[in-house]
């Protein structure tokens, strides 16, 4: 948390000093309007926080082009909200608190005081520290599985939105590394968990995972066939008949 207050109060400072540096382009300073934007954007953002980790669940930013366009559909929201928050604040307090009009008030003269490109920078920062918090704290067995689970390696609790699901690890076909999360293809739909592919391996050594590939592990009960390229790597097929790529790297961990 402490790493977090210390991002917000970074970027709320940033913003601080661009709203006084587009203020002294206009001879107008206004220090009553700089602490208000400074302020409402630490606790703005602060108070965001939930939200950003319940959107991650919902769309991981790296998975596809739809995530992250929803990702940026999010971040220009909470930006304008931000802004829209922060100068309804400063109304209100030259209207009520000191009796005045802010010489610089406009939707404009808002959008650069309080920038909206630093907000954005802030969302996306925001998404990236929780995302990196969720891989470093995902210690395996501990924050995912159910007690009574813990120490059983035959099942995998997995998060579909705000659903969390056990699945048996005899239902998983193969798996695929994204970045600093991984995919589960299963019988019952894809699943994504925050952990690398090595880690999950480690946990569910005594399980019938093969890695194949360093984006791939494969259920070796689901192999229908494998085919070998002559530079040494190959394809294997499942009994789905999909195809995940083989490393002539991971070759020789496969004893068919």
């Given amino acids: 948390m402490r790493s977090r207050i210390t991002l917000i109060s970074a970027f709320s400072i940033v913003n601080l000093l661009i709203g006084r540096l587009f203020q002294e382009s206009l001879q107008i300073i206004c220090f009553s309007e700089l602490i208000a934007v400074a302020v409402s954007s630490f ?5 965001a926080m939930p ?5 991650i669940r919902y769309w991981n930013v790296f998975t596809t082009p739809k995530h992250i366009l929803a990702h940026s559909g999010m971040a220009i929201f909470t930006s304008v909200l931000n802004i829209v928050i922060s100068q309804a604040l400063i109304l209100f307090l030259m209207l009520y608190v000191y009796q005045c009009t802010s010489p610089s008030f406009s939707f404009i003269n808002a959008s650069l005081t309080n ?4 907000n954005l920078l802030c969302y996306f920062s925001l998404v990236f520290y929780s995302m990196h918090r969720n891989l470093k704290n995902d210690t395996p067995g501990e924050s995912n599985m ?3 689970s813990k120490s059983n390696t035959n099942f995998v609790s997995l998060t579909y939105g705000n659903t969390k699901k056990i699945i048996s690890t005899e239902d998983i076909k193969f798996i695929e590394a994204s970045n600093n999360c991984i995919i589960f293809n299963t019988n019952e739909g894809k699943f994504v968990r925050y952990q690398s592919l090595k880690a999950f391996l480690n946990e569910y050594n005594g399980a019938d995972f ?3 590939h360093r984006s791939y592990a494969v259920n070796i009960k689901y192999i229908n066939c494998i085919q070998k390229n002559k530079n040494g790597d190959g394809v294997i ?3 789905d008949n999909k195809t995940i790529k083989l490393s002539r790297t991971y070759r020789s961990s496969l004893v068919m």
């Fill in 237 to 239: 097929t499942l009994t």
């Fill in 210 to 212: 093969k890695r194949v």
């Fill in 146 to 148: 159910p007690t009574a």
């Fill in 115 to 118: 920038n909206i490109a630093v």
């Fill in 51 to 55: 939200q950003i980790k319940r959107a």
């Fill in 43 to 47: 606790i703005f953002w602060n108070l």
